[in-house]
């Protein structure tokens, strides 16, 4: 009780220190075996003045499954996000950091989904517009949440039989971690999301984690955004996920960029001043109905 009362805490110190939000959601709260697991997100609602979208997005701060950019890729990415319409949620999911692998991550994001569309009613939001965008290994996070809604449901084994549909409607991986393969894996991650061992780093394992190996043919429309001077996941990861989404016939788009490097999320630094990536992104939202 000492260290859930501990966890409770620094979430709610982190919350007060500068990350605005309407709402702070309990992932786990009133689960049986699960009371204790941190996991959080925090709603910001649309914005009064921004034009009703009723859609909804669920934010994934990257850090190699280890850690997460909360600041940098998340608050930002969420007061963007409502801003134009659209209410999100910033998932604070678990990570290696704090001993957790998978799958604690797909866990989360999938329980945030299911949340998210149970209570659409109260959040004001359309069910049928819940999306999702990730950055670095929250791009890895959000993709095998569009690609293993069906094959990997990891709320069933903790006796969560939803009715809700737990595939995303739109999936936006910002610099992502993809391939677990060993010639352009980002092994951090790969070591933060399946632990370490022989056993748990297999080539079976790595196939099955690999998102340009698992597209399924109802994949959700994907927008994928990468620099080509990314120094720390090679970029080759984010083609390859897209020439995946290209052979499967998915709705899919890839914004691609001479140069910004990796971590630069919807801050304003000198990569957005000179792209502004977010409103290409925002014209994509548009065209498939999800912002105005």
Request: hydrophobic share 40%; with cysteine.
């Amino acid at each position: 009780m000492k260290k859930l009362f501990t966890l409770v805490s620094a979430v709610l110190i982190l919350a007060a220190k500068g990350f605005s939000q309407d709402q702070t959601i309990y992932l786990w709260k009133n689960v049986k075996g699960m009371e204790k697991q941190p996991s959080v997100m925090f709603m910001h609602k649309a914005a009064d003045d921004a034009p009703k979208t009723g859609s909804a997005v669920i934010v994934c701060p990257g850090g190699s499954y280890h850690h997460l950019g909360l600041r940098s890729e998340g608050n930002t990415t969420a007061v963007w996000f409502a801003k134009n319409g659209v209410t999100a949620f910033m998932l604070k999911y678990r990570t290696a950091e704090s001993t957790y692998h998978y799958p604690a991550m797909l866990q989360d994001i999938q329980r945030a989904i299911q949340i998210v569309r149970e209570r659409a009613d109260e959040f004001g939001i359309d069910p049928s517009k819940v999306g999702l965008i990730g950055f670095s290994a929250g791009g890895h996070l959000v993709t095998m949440a569009g690609e293993f809604y069906q094959t990997h449901n990891e709320l069933l084994p903790l006796g969560i039989n939803t009715e809700v549909n737990l595939r995303p409607d739109f999936i936006i991986p910002v610099y992502p971690v993809v391939s677990m393969q060993d010639d352009i894996a980002h092994r951090w991650s790969r070591k933060s999301l399946l632990g370490s061992g022989s056993k748990r780093q297999s080539q079976e394992r790595k196939n099955e984690f690999s998102m340009e190996l698992n597209v399924p043919d109802d994949m959700p429309p994907t927008y994928v955004v990468v620099c080509d001077d990314d120094p720390v996941v090679i970029p080759e990861n984010s083609l390859r996920l897209y020439d995946a989404l290209q052979a499967k016939n998915i709705n899919s788009r890839l914004a691609r960029y001479e140069w910004g490097g990796h971590g630069f999320g919807m801050m304003n630094n000198d990569f957005m001043q000179t792209f502004h990536w977010n409103e290409s992104l925002r014209k994509w939202l548009v065209e498939l109905g999800f912002m105005k």
